[in-house]
Antibody
Framework: EVQLVESGGGLVQPGGSLRLSCAAS????????MSWVRQAPGKGLEWVSV???????YYADSVKGRFTISRDNSKNTLYLQMNSLRAEDTAVYYC?????????????WGQGTLVTVSS | DIQMTQSPSSLSASVGDRVTITCRAS??????LNWYQQKPGKAPKLLIY???SLQSGVPSRFSGSGSGTDFTLTISSLQPEDFATYYC????????FGPGTKVDIK
């Protein structure tokens, strides 16, 4: 059974850092595209970042230069390192498996972890 | 970036109703359109991918259609568990989601 479990969220001050983790089971993270998607309180969904199976990474303009996506193949875990956090980064962060055939879509999602940026 | 719009932003319907939600892209995205359902406090759930392909395990009352810039999600007979917010998402370029359509009980 495919499962994604996020952790690492919490309260952080503006300008601070946080690292989110997404532990996967039932499939191999490194063989798949994996994304982070966030949702601000009461708002819609916003794609944040993706790491391809080959290791290429891409980011939304809103987080480029501040966030870094990575993975640990030995732990089958996805990460999101978030630096220089701003109030507008406050959101629930979901990790999701991204399928690529016949098109790109997110077929499995974690339960989400809440990040609150506030002084 | 490709912008996605949805209409209506919310609707009220009764169990058994046929419900149609529209999604429009700011440029042609072929069939690179997916639909998700989200209930309060829960992660989104994939319903439809590639505009019209039903995800495994999703009830057949859900269907999707369209190509180019205009797409629809149809629920043929609304069930109590279908009251939720529905999002479209394009995968033609950098992934963007529509603003959502909230379906609640009339």
């Amino acid at each position: 059974e495919v499962q994604l479990v996020e952790s690492g969220g919490g309260l952080v001050q503006p300008g601070g850092s946080l690292r989110l983790s997404c532990a996967a089971s039932g499939f191999t993270v490194s063989s798949n595209y994996m994304s982070w998607v966030r949702q601000a309180p009461g708002k819609g969904l916003e794609w944040v970042s993706v790491i391809y199976s080959g290791g290429s990474t891409y980011y939304a303009d809103s987080v480029k230069g501040r966030f870094t996506i990575s993975r640990d193949n030995s732990k089958n875990t996805l990460y999101l390192q978030m630096n220089s956090l701003r109030a507008e980064d406050t959101a629930v962060y979901y990790c999701a498996r991204q399928r690529v055939v016949p098109t790109h879509y997110f077929d499995y999602w974690g339960q989400g972890t809440l990040v609150t940026v506030s002084s | 970036d490709i912008q996605m719009t949805q209409s209506p932003s919310s609707l009220s319907a009764s169990v058994g109703d046929r419900v149609t939600i529209t999604c429009r892209a700011s440029q042609s995205i072929s069939s690179y359109l997916n639909w998700y359902q989200q209930k309060p406090g829960k992660a989104p759930k994939l319903l439809i991918y590639a505009a019209s392909s039903l995800q495994s395990g999703v009830p057949s009352r859900f269907s999707g259609s369209g190509s180019g810039t205009d797409f629809t999600l149809t629920i043929s007979s609304l069930q109590p568990e279908d009251f939720a917010t529905y999002y479209c998402q394009q995968s033609y370029s950098t992934r963007t989601f529509g603003p959502g359509t909230k379906v609640d009980i009339k």
